[in-house]
């Protein structure tokens, strides 16, 4: 007796579905909601802080021809603004690493890509998270390094 | 005994502007056919075919031309040619249709139709490709009615804003149009697809029924509703017109607001 076998794609002798065409298990879990939750509410967020960090930047007062070393110093001496910039910075950082995260997702083809690129991904957004946290908050317009006043310009002499 | 009266051939007055003699107009075209024959080739290949149709004819009647009077080893699935079965879907000229309701007049006729099987889904012969990943997902909705009152004697009554409610996803056909333009789908086809979320609806919404936490518990997955990105393709695939972005969009709100 002959057996027809039925003709699936791939390999046609196994009868199966290839298998990276098989869903796999379900992945039940709250994590992508409130992926998808964040990326809504700290945009409106963002658009708030960055157009209000452009205009008290770019057009108040002397406007763009006022920005320079001091004029960050100053901003930073005031825990208003560094407020400001850490919700800014972690924001944004937060809300575009996890939107290329999804690009990852979307478009790598391979699972080791996908794995390493968003391992790439995090890493980048880590160092960049704690080095801008720390700029932040150990700001110092008068470093003095080993007793010596680095030159600067903006500091009294000692 | 009686004799029948040969019926008088029946006669339909047309105004002069329809169709002047009744002569329907033709027109040339060439039909290009992505062929795939695993049994031959693991290429796949285009094979052109010269037509004369009718002004009145579809996608899905050049095809029976070709299969009928030119190549009879082109393969391509279709059961009610009307647009109601949902086994003809097919990428032409790029966009996903049902054969039996695209017009040929419709096309630009002066340069090749293009015609290929449905994207994302494994191709098994020339335009048929395997749903199987398609139904798995389908069915992982849990796409029945589940109650769990006792069931009535006559049927179960719903007013008509009820009904009114889901009435958009009940027009689904299972073409697999939808799910086959999705791009998030095309990666690797474990997201549940538009045309899983529709039906889903279909049910997450219906008053009669019981299981809509569990569905939306199915859905609030990885691979669930969260990898929609509105790109509408879906929406524009649907042969029925349904607004299948809507209907993923309501479902996300239904996920959000009772985890919330």
């Known amino acids: 007796m002959t057996t027809i076998e039925s003709p699936r794609s791939g390999k046609i002798s196994s009868g199966k579905i290839a298998p990276k065409y098989n869903r796999t298990g379900s992945s039940r879990g709250n994590f992508e909601m409130i992926a998808w939750l964040f990326m809504r509410l700290s945009g409106i967020v963002l658009v708030v802080l960055i157009f209000g960090h452009l205009f008290v930047n770019l057009l108040v007062g002397e406007g763009i021809h006022a920005i320079d070393f001091g004029f960050v110093a100053g901003k930073w001496a005031d825990p208003f603004w560094q ?76 | ?15 002069a502007s329809v169709a002047g003699d ?33 002004g009145t004819d579809r996608v899905l009647d050049a095809l029976h031309k070709v299969k009928w009077e030119i190549d009879g080893s082109v393969s391509f699935r279709r059961s009610c040619a009307h647009g109601v079965c949902g086994s003809d879907a097919m990428r032409i000229n790029g966009r996903n249709r049902l054969a039996c309701k695209t017009l040929l007049k419709d096309l630009d006729t002066s340069k090749p139709i293009t015609v290929e ?24 909705v849990m796409p029945f009615l589940i109650n769990k009152g006792h069931e009535p004697t006559k049927e179960r009554l719903q007013s008509v804003e009820d ?35 529709v039906n889903a609806h279909r049910f997450i919404f219906d008053s009669r029924d019981d299981a809509g936490d569990m569905r939306l518990e199915i859905l609030n997955d990885k691979e669930g509703v969260w990898r929609c990105r509105t790109t509408f393709n879906c929406s524009e695939a649907c042969p029925r017109g349904i607004q299948v972005t809507k209907a993923i969009a309501e479902v996300k709100q239904a996920i959000l607001s009772r985890k919330i």
């Open chain 2, 163 to 197: 009904r009114e409610r889901f009435d958009d996803t009940t027009k689904c056909i299972l073409c697999a149009a939808c799910t086959s333009s999705c791009p998030v789908f095309w990666t690797d086809g474990q997201y549940f697809g538009p045309a899983a979320i």
């Open chain 2, 22 to 54: 009744g002569e329907i107009p033709t027109f040339h075209i060439t039909l290009r056919v992505r062929r795939y024959d695993p049994e031959i080739s693991d290429e796949a290949r285009w094979d052109d075919y010269k037509l004369t149709m009718y």
């Open chain 1, 83 to 158: 407020f400001w910039d850490l919700a800014m910075l972690w924001l944004a950082m937060l809300h575009g690493t996890n939107g290329v995260r999804t690009i990852i997702n979307d478009y790598a083809e391979k699972d080791s890509t996908r794995f390493w690129l968003k391992m790439v991904l995090y890493a980048a957004t880590l160092v960049i998270i704690i080095l801008g946290t720390l700029v932040i908050f150990t700001f110092n317009p008068c470093p003095v390094v080993d007793g010596v006043q680095l030159p600067g310009g903006f500091c009294p002499a000692p």
């Open chain 2, 117 to 140: 099987p449905i994207k994302g889904l494994p191709v098994e012969k020339d335009l048929i490709v395997d749903m199987e990943p398609f139904f798995q997902s389908f069915r992982e």
């Open chain 2, 1 to 15: 005994m009686t004799t029948e009266m040969a019926e008088p051939a029946s006669k339909i007055e047309l105004p």
